[in-house]
Structures are given as C-alpha cells and as structure tokens.
Nanobody, 122 residues
C-alpha cells in the first residue's frame, strides 16, 4: 500500500482545511487508517483514525474540530479540520495497517505516506 497525504497549506486561525490520503493497492477497505502529526521539536502524535469498519477514533482535544472519513470506492481517507489554531501547525501524516492494537499507536500501522505541511497563522 502506498499513501500520499495532501491538502495542507497556510491558513489563518479559525479557518479550515481538508487533508486527503489516497492509497494505492488492493483491498483498501480492509485497512485501518490513521492521521498523525508532528510539530518541530515534538514527538509524532495521534490525531484520528478510522477502522476498516468505519468506526472512528479521535484524540480527546481534536474531537469536535476534526472529522475523519473514508471513501473506499476512491481508496481515500479524509481529515476535515475546522476551527484551526496556531498550535495545530505541524506536518500531518497518514498511515495504514491491518494489525490489531490501539489506534493511537504508531506501531499499528505498517505503511506511512509522506506528510503534508499545515501552517496556521494567528
């Protein structure tokens, strides 16, 4: 499975962005997909995940602002980000995997895409 995150950019605080993560490969609907982010000097952190069953998981402080969804016909997962804050500035990565485990654990995901930069200005 190959992934390529896109849709990042520069946005003012309070604005919105929609990130996309199209995947190549077969049986995409079987994969759990997660979004993680990494700010300069910080560790990579979990943002949201969507299971193959379409159950969704969010880190606590993202819920209500971000929405993860998937379109299996397009083999794509989306992350809609609203009410963006400067502290959301980071490189955002999507990852896919089929292993069991906690959705916020990076080791659950075998495949990672290159990130997309999100910059939120104040």
């Amino acid at each position: 499975v190959q992934l390529q995150a896109s849709g990042g950019g520069l946005v003012q605080a309070g604005g919105s962005l929609r990130l996309s993560c199209p995947a190549s490969g077969r049986a995409f609907s079987n994969y759990d997909v997660g979004w993680f982010r990494q700010a300069p000097g910080k560790e990579r952190e979990f943002v949201a995940a969507i299971a193959g069953s379409s159950s969704t998981y969010y880190t606590t402080f993202m819920k209500g602002r971000f929405t993860i969804s998937r379109d299996n016909a397009r083999s794509t997962v989306y992350l809609q980000m609203n009410s963006l804050k400067p502290e959301d500035t980071a490189v955002y990565y999507c990852a896919a995997g089929t292993m069991s485990g906690n959705y916020d654990y990076t080791g659950k995901y075998a495949y990672w895409g290159q990130g997309t930069q999100v910059t939120v200005s104040s």
